[in-house]
């Protein structure tokens, strides 16, 4: 994502009128708040005064969310044509997936933290609304955008980057935030229903992701990275790989409200069989972009909104890891999931710092970037 030039702050006028150059890509921002929020709910270690901080943060995911709805929103009607040239962009379009993840994330965080502050029955119905949006959002998503990369968007051979991610790994958030409603739900077809359509969620996302890791890996191996401030977006492979983790824990110890024993009782062994060995890629994942970032932090990597993506995709690792804690009641898995957070914090604070400073300058509120595409490179073997 292109930078602005910092060397000048807009004026007053000029700040309003490059807010309609909000894109998609500004979503991130409330996936990266509300995951923090949700992160410290879940955690497996008790923290004095973590109950409340996150219940503040979810107030800020859900003032950002507004916030973000009405900008949006209102470039689109005020600015069709303009707004349509995002889906047109091989590399924003890709972005239009963190809305429905956006809407999720804080409809999740409405039952796990929201409740103390509004009330547990419109924190369910407010959940409902938003996860009911996003499902709907992501499926399209899902669909709509492999549509215009197979048909539309130019693709080099080494384009695959994090962001071919974000239009697929919406329905993975419908199943692990799915799952979350269904004790509120009665018992029956309706139940099982939704236990079944969320796992089928998780199939669909899961595969999907599995193949564009792959690319993105095949890319790495035959071009190296783009050397740019596209290099955060690595980070987004643990997206799928946290939120799966995070929904199979969540819908196997949720799968005896909706169906016999025998097979909830396989689907809760599921959680930890497909769940620990897709934790330990991640972990390796975290040291191979971990590597990568820094490698490209020390030769001077420019901040862009990018840089979201070190938050959300880190907190489903946190998610996932306490899932994993509360199945296996490993001790390991408990301090995992609490230096996961650790890191989880200090990016959040350090990226939202940066962006509100961003913005205040105008350096972020500039067109997206350029629809040509980004080369990849190695360095020379001496």
Same mark, same amino acid.
């Given at each position: 994502?292109?930078?602005?030039?910092?060397?000048?702050?807009?004026? !007053? #006028?000029?700040?309003?009128?490059?807010?309609?150059?909000? /894109?998609?890509?500004?979503?991130?921002?409330?996936?990266?708040?509300?995951?923090?929020?949700?992160?410290? *709910?879940? $955690? !497996?270690?008790?923290?004095?005064?973590?109950?409340?901080?996150? #219940?503040?943060?979810?107030?800020?995911?859900?003032?950002?969310?507004? *916030?973000?709805?009405?900008?949006?929103?209102?470039?689109?009607?005020?600015?069709?044509?303009?707004?349509?040239? &995002?889906?047109?962009? !091989?590399?924003?379009?890709?972005?239009?997936? =963190?809305?429905?993840?956006?809407?999720?994330?804080?409809?999740?965080?409405?039952?796990?933290?929201?409740?103390?502050?509004?009330?547990?029955?419109?924190?369910?119905?407010?959940?409902?609304?938003?996860?009911?949006?996003?499902?709907?959002?992501?499926?399209?998503?899902?669909?709509?955008?492999?549509?215009?990369?197979?048909?539309? &968007?130019?693709?080099?051979?080494?384009?695959?980057?994090?962001?071919?991610?974000?239009?697929? %790994?919406?329905?993975?958030?419908?199943?692990?935030?799915?799952?979350?409603?269904?004790?509120?739900?009665?018992?029956?077809?309706?139940?099982?229903?939704? $236990?079944?359509?969320?796992?089928?969620?998780?199939?669909?996302?899961?595969?999907?992701?599995?193949?564009?890791?792959?690319?993105?890996?095949?890319?790495?191996?035959?071009?190296?990275?783009?050397?740019?401030?596209?290099? !955060?977006?690595?980070?987004? %492979?643990?997206?799928?790989?946290?939120?799966?983790?995070?929904? *199979?824990?969540?819908?196997?110890?949720?799968?005896?409200?909706?169906?016999?024993?025998?097979?909830?009782?396989? $689907?809760? =062994?599921?959680?930890?069989?497909?769940?620990?060995?897709?934790?330990?890629?991640?972990?390796?994942?975290?040291?191979?972009?971990?590597? $990568?970032?820094?490698?490209?932090?020390?030769? /001077?990597?420019?901040?862009? @909104?990018?840089?979201?993506?070190?938050?959300?995709?880190?907190?489903?690792?946190?998610?996932?890891?306490?899932?994993?804690?509360?199945?296996? &009641?490993?001790?390991?898995?408990? %301090? *995992?999931?609490?230096?996961?957070?650790?890191?989880?914090?200090?990016?959040?604070?350090?990226?939202?710092?940066?962006? =509100?400073?961003?913005? @205040?300058?105008?350096?972020?509120?500039?067109?997206?970037?350029?629809?040509?595409?980004?080369?990849?490179?190695?360095?020379?073997?001496?």
């Amino acid at each position: 994502m292109a930078v602005a030039n910092p060397d000048r702050t807009p004026s !007053p #006028q000029t700040r309003v009128e490059v807010l309609g150059n909000i /894109g998609p890509n500004w979503f991130a921002s409330v996936m990266g708040t509300g995951i923090v929020a949700i992160a410290g *709910a879940t $955690l !497996p270690v008790h923290v004095v005064g973590l109950r409340a901080f996150a #219940q503040v943060v979810w107030v800020i995911a859900a003032v950002l969310l507004v *916030a973000l709805i009405l900008l949006v929103g209102g470039h689109w009607l005020r600015h069709p044509t303009v707004a349509r040239t &995002h889906a047109r962009n !091989p590399q924003m379009a890709h972005f239009y997936g =963190a809305a429905p993840m956006a809407l999720m994330t804080v409809g999740g965080g409405a039952v796990l933290v929201g409740r103390d502050l509004i009330g547990g029955r419109i924190a369910v119905d407010l959940d409902w609304v938003l996860w009911t949006a996003g499902t709907l959002g992501g499926l399209f998503t899902a669909v709509s955008i492999p549509f215009l990369m197979f048909t539309q &968007h130019n693709v080099e051979p080494d384009a695959a980057f994090g962001g071919w991610l974000m239009p697929v %790994v919406p329905p993975m958030v419908t199943a692990a935030t799915g799952a979350l409603l269904l004790p509120h739900m009665s018992a029956g077809t309706a139940r099982a229903t939704m $236990l079944y359509g969320c796992y089928a969620m998780f199939g669909l996302s899961l595969l999907a992701s599995l193949n564009i890791i792959a690319m993105i890996w095949a890319r790495l191996t035959l071009y190296g990275t783009s050397g740019s401030a596209r290099v !955060p977006t690595l980070w987004i %492979v643990l997206g799928p790989l946290g939120q799966s983790i995070t929904a *199979a824990g969540l819908l196997g110890a949720s799968a005896g409200l909706a169906v016999d024993p025998e097979l909830a009782e396989d $689907l809760n =062994a599921f959680a930890v069989l497909y769940g620990v060995p897709v934790w330990g890629f991640a972990v390796l994942w975290i040291a191979l972009a971990t590597a $990568l970032t820094v490698r490209t932090l020390r030769r /001077g990597m420019p901040f862009a @909104l990018t840089w979201w993506s070190l938050t959300f995709p880190v907190g489903t690792f946190v998610t996932g890891t306490s899932q994993l804690a509360g199945h296996t &009641h490993l001790p390991a898995f408990r %301090v *995992a999931a609490a230096i996961a957070y650790a890191g989880l914090l200090f990016t959040w604070l350090l990226v939202a710092a940066r962006t =509100a400073r961003g913005s @205040l300058r105008g350096n972020l509120l500039r067109l997206p970037p350029s629809a040509a595409p980004v080369k990849a490179s190695k360095e020379p073997v001496t």
